[in-house]
DNA sequence: ACCTGAACACCGTTCAAGT
DNA sequence: ACCTGAACACCGTTCAAGT
């Protein structure tokens, strides 16, 4: 064991992963993504930017850090519907994914950039996978409906953030979309328009998410 | 009209909007995103890099152009099953997505980091609600299809390109997993290892759309 | 009109040297 | 053991000046 903190020689260490991790996400729900620079960082911690290679070996390894951290007790939402079946457990698996991603400014987008094999998120495949072969799915679906659940509510999320941070009113920006589409070509996308241009994140991803777990029960 | 190459006269220009374009998607072929540095495409282009800015404002509205030229021809998609119903329409159109996505190096990361409002994403976008609305689905209903369905296609070809680059075998890399998951916890990871490593992200992209697709059918 | 040269204000990362 | 200082090899973007 040489790692940083082992014993009690020496200076005691102004840094630690705790603390830097901590910093990070707050500084990333203050300066959003592209702020977050190892040297912000660094200065935020009152150090200089190398002395964070102490603790985390790449800013990749520090984001990966960051998106387990988002997840937890993302995995315990299965456990809320007591007397839930898996639609319930599911459905609120999703939505608590959601949340967590939602907490923290571009969470979608650090999370996706990231691949975490931290408990966290092993817990939460693991839980998702778990009430699926519960309820009677075979294994391969069961892995199948995690990744599809998953990957579903990363790709809206990421949607529903980047709409936020560019000022639209909902998933299309009324003002651009209105105007083109006033032109006379696509018609279709004129009659969506109250939807399109709507507010209702929520209610566009409990939409899919109800496709999900209609297509899964049809599978059952 | 000031913009470059307006009239005959002067230089004849060197760069133009299109052969900076297909430079910067051959350079994204090659390279990857993350060396995609408008130095290094003007390094390609033989100038230097702030001769760009003439005819791109940002990098990022480069970005755009790149995604909105990735989705070229998509929306002809739905032409394809001349007989077929809605449901093989849908199919086809989330299909070509995703083979659009995977034709270019990190193509699902330069979509999902921008936001096009060209011909090809509208077109898209109109001729996915219009396949909806042909169908009977209700206006806001067919809004809704167009979101889920690009949501899910851009969030499961994210983690297959970066599984790809990762150089995993299958949506998760069974090296990684298997060593964690044979500790004895993540009982249910274990049953769907086979599954989790495979490699076939194909079948995995079948199985979501179909649940989607399923999930429409439903409520139709 | 179109491009160069040079700068501005940054990045992530490394590592000898200090304490 | 832990951090600083300084460097390396870059970024995106701007803009006066050349041709």
Request: glycine share 10%; proline share 4%; net charge negative.
């Amino acid at each position: 064991m040489s790692s940083p903190s082992s014993t009690g020689r020496g200076r005691p260490p102004r840094l630690d992963r705790a603390r830097t991790l901590q910093t990070a996400l707050d500084l990333l729900d203050r300066s959003g993504l592209d702020a977050l620079t190892m040297r912000q960082l660094a200065e935020a911690m009152e150090v200089r930017a190398g002395a964070l290679y102490r603790y985390f070996a790449t800013k990749q390894d520090l984001l990966t850090a960051m998106a387990e951290r988002m997840m937890d007790g993302v995995a315990d939402a299965a456990a809320e519907p007591c007397g839930g079946d898996w639609s319930e457990r599911l459905t609120a698996l999703a939505r608590a994914m959601r949340t967590a991603l939602l907490a923290r400014r571009d969470g979608a987008r650090v999370f996706a950039g990231t691949h975490s094999t931290g408990e966290n998120i092993l817990g939460f495949a693991d839980t998702v996978v778990g009430v699926m072969r519960a309820a009677g799915f075979p294994d391969d679906d069961a892995a199948r409906a995690l990744y599809t659940v998953a990957n579903f509510t990363v790709g809206h999320t990421l949607e529903e953030q980047a709409a936020l941070q560019r000022g639209d009113a909902g998933p299309a920006d009324p003002g651009v979309l209105a105007d083109t589409v006033a032109a006379g070509k696509y018609p279709h996308l004129q009659a969506g328009l109250p939807t399109l241009t709507s507010t209702d994140f929520t209610r566009l991803f409990e939409f899919g998410l109800d496709l999900l777990i209609e297509g899964l029960r049809a599978r059952r």
